[in-house]
């Protein structure tokens, strides 16, 4: 009854001026209606009705005074950033963050904790959903409503139906139902979708990737992942699994067993478990002695003690990161080739622990791709880092939640909660 009732009060031309002024305005820190006018190529009265339906609504306030063209100088509008809050979470294979953020991505609260995500999906998603409560309590200022959630999880996820699939890390998490999960929780929309996607996401709205239109991000943490971004959006293919290329083979090596249960993937030779298993071996073999002091002091060697190790000049820690670095710059010269991308932005935790990785890669697409291809591409580290996925995560949502087929569910109603 709602919809027909939105369907009725807000036509369908009007609806889709509405969404453009809201994107035009929301991409934006502040704007004239003058530019709304230019850059979305519509007629002046439909961006001033639209304007004063958004000032209406709330979702639009009046900013400083604009510069004058000789008249009484119009105020700028800005987008309300606080008129509700969202909940995200961002899964990774040892670890959960969760935050609150406003609807412009912007963290007003951020914890960190390890975990792992094998414990399965009833465990790890009941410590999420607790963590929520706890830092929603925690915040007491907090005036606006929640109006929605968004989770990045370290598999492939069905994003249509907020489903995980089939995820090779995540035993008994397949055909899981996250979205809904929280949905039932918590009586707001929820979008889902894998932790990749989503710091790709980031990295383009507020981080390093921020004005580029054709961008690969590549994460390499315990695992390796991709995000690809073509003409401006995410890509994410007919299934969800566009840019899943740690599976892709790189190897004949039959000994090389990756944990998705083949031979010879990129992750299972230049991910993070296989650096730390590689720079075990090369301790254990006595071909490091700063690696050596890495285990009597920690007890292991993690990646990003080889990385580290690495910046330090030790010879067998160097070799170990070029080679990765190499054969991830392999892939992503090829990725080059496909999909001639600006940039390239390289994140993850393995690549936040030293230059050695990035100098690599950098060395093997520039030198491997032809000319055209890398004349402008530019490569560069992620600027969000660990935050990458929670902001995407809060991105994915506000750019649900202002959607064309989801506004139209809600904007009679003034706000998304209990739309599921
Ligand atoms: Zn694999």
Redesign the pocket.
């Known amino acids: 009854v709602a919809t027909n009732g939105a369907r009725r009060e807000l036509p369908e031309e009007n609806l889709d001026a509405l969404v453009e002024v809201l994107d035009d305005i929301r991409a934006h820190t502040t704007r004239s209606r003058a530019e709304i006018v230019r850059s979305r190529n519509l007629s002046r009265a439909v961006v001033a009705q639209r304007v004063q339906e958004l000032l209406d609504r709330g979702l639009v306030e009046l900013g400083d005074a604009g510069p004058s063209t000789g008249g009484r100088a119009p105020r700028l509008l800005r987008f309300r950033r606080d008129a509700g809050h969202l909940l995200v979470a961002d899964l990774g294979a040892t670890s959960i963050d969760v935050a609150i953020a406003d609807l412009g991505g912007h963290l007003l609260v951020h914890h960190q904790e390890p975990a792992d995500i094998a414990d399965g999906p009833e465990a790890v998603l009941g410590r999420v959903a607790e963590l929520f409560r706890e830092i929603l309590a925690g915040t007491p200022r907090l005036t606006s409503e929640l109006w929605g959630i968004g989770v990045g999880v370290p598999g492939p996820v069905e994003f249509e139906t907020g489903r995980a699939v089939a995820p090779?890390i995540m035993p008994g998490w397949d055909g899981f139902l996250v979205g809904e999960y929280f949905s039932q929780r918590f009586g707001v929309p929820v979008w889902v979708d894998n932790d990749v996607n989503v710091m790709a996401l980031g990295e383009l709205r507020a981080g390093v990737a921020r004005g580029h239109s054709n961008v690969v991000f590549v994460k390499i943490g315990t695992g390796v992942g991709a995000g690809l971004v073509v003409d401006g959006h995410l890509h994410r293919g007919a299934q969800g699994s566009a840019g899943d290329v740690?599976?892709i083979r790189v190897t004949d090596d039959p000994a090389v067993i990756?944990?998705?249960g083949?031979t010879g993937?990129l992750?299972?030779v230049a991910g993070g478990a296989a650096l730390a298993r590689d720079g075990r071996a090369v301790a254990e073999a006595g071909r490091s002695a700063l690696l050596l002091e890495l285990v009597d002091a920690e007890g292991e060697v993690t990646a990003e003690g080889v990385a580290w190790a690495a910046g330090r000049g030790d010879p067998a820690s160097v070799e170990l990161i070029r080679r990765a670095g190499a054969l991830v710059g392999d892939m992503l010269s090829t990725a080059v080739h496909f999909l001639n991308p600006s940039l390239l932005v390289i994140g993850g935790g393995v690549s936040a622990a030293g230059d050695e990785l990035l100098a690599s890669i950098r060395e093997v697409v520039y030198g491997t791709s032809l000319p055209l291809a890398t004349r402008d591409l530019a490569i560069q580290r992620s600027a969000l880092g660990h935050r990458a996925g929670v902001v995407g995560a809060a991105t994915m949502v506000a750019d649900g939640l202002f959607s064309r087929d989801r506004l139209g569910l809600w904007i009679e109603r003034g706000s998304p909660a209990q739309t599921t």
Do not use: D, I, M, T
């Open positions: 090779p740690g599976h990756c944990r998705c083949k993937c992750e299972a």
